[in-house]
């Protein structure tokens, strides 16, 4: 069974300063995706970033990137020029994905890491 | 705006009594997910369908807890008889078919949650 792991329950960063999350997982597939979704205080899971993981190159969005090294199995999230806003729990998020057509199984599945809580100072 | 709705948004109710917990997933979406947000153990995988198929329920309390979908707009989480420790928030989440390689196919989107107190 695939596992996510975030090792960090709490994250601290000072506003506009540069902050990394870090993500583990666990697969023995081939294809999959991974995300990083945030959660602010209103509970609504919003998706940060995602990547695929046949691709080498690292997924960035605005001031969001990951560093994706599929050898180590290590997703981090990148949080460049930090706002108050970005304040909120981070989860990973691992999913598996098929290229054939499938009719059973859990191919598909969406598992999250345990989350990080980032805090971000003025 | 498509949005997964989830009702109620609170529920209190007192401990064994049925709790049902509603999801309209965003119209054309055929996989479901339901999980359960603790403090403890985060975010955990309760059932996931595909094609109103349940495909993994591996980590339901069984004796407890059913989900089903009776149609395609609407996916249903029964607790009966409800403990005290199931008081969690529950979010449901659809998405498009995870098979293909269109990278949008593979986003989840979640409902705002339902904050279940068993009292």
């Known amino acids: 069974a695939q596992t996510v792991t975030q090792s960090q329950p709490e994250m601290s960063v000072q506003e506009a300063e540069t902050v990394t999350l870090s993500c583990t997982y666990d697969t023995s597939e081939s294809d999959y995706y991974l995300f990083w979704y945030k959660q602010p205080p209103s509970r609504q899971m919003i998706l940060v970033i995602r990547q695929e993981a046949y691709k080498q190159q690292n997924a960035t969005e605005n001031r969001f990137s990951v560093n994706f090294q599929k050898a180590a199995k290590s997703f981090s999230l990148k949080i460049s020029d930090s706002q108050l806003g970005d304040a909120a729990m981070y989860f990973c998020a691992y999913r598996n994905i098929s290229q054939r057509i499938f009719y059973g199984g859990s191919q598909g599945n969406l598992i999250f890491g345990k989350g990080t809580k980032l805090s971000v100072k003025p | 705006d498509a949005r997964v709705t989830q009702t109620p948004r609170h529920k209190v109710t007192e401990m064994g009594q049925e709790v049902t917990m509603r999801c309209q997933p965003i119209l054309g979406h055929n996989t479901v997910f339901w999980y359960r947000q603790t403090m403890m153990q985060g975010l955990e995988l309760l059932a996931y369908f595909r094609n109103r198929a349940p495909l993994d329920d591996s980590g339901m309390p069984k004796d407890r807890f059913s989900a089903e979908m009776p149609d395609a707009t609407l996916a249903t989480l029964k607790i009966q008889p409800s403990e005290p420790r199931d008081s969690a928030v529950y979010f449901c989440?659809?998405?498009?078919?995870?098979?293909?390689?269109?990278?949008?196919?593979?986003?989840?989107?979640f409902g705002q949650g339902t904050r279940l107190t068993v009292v």
């Open positions: 989440a659809s998405g498009p078919s995870p098979i293909g390689t269109r990278l949008e196919d593979t986003e989840a989107f």
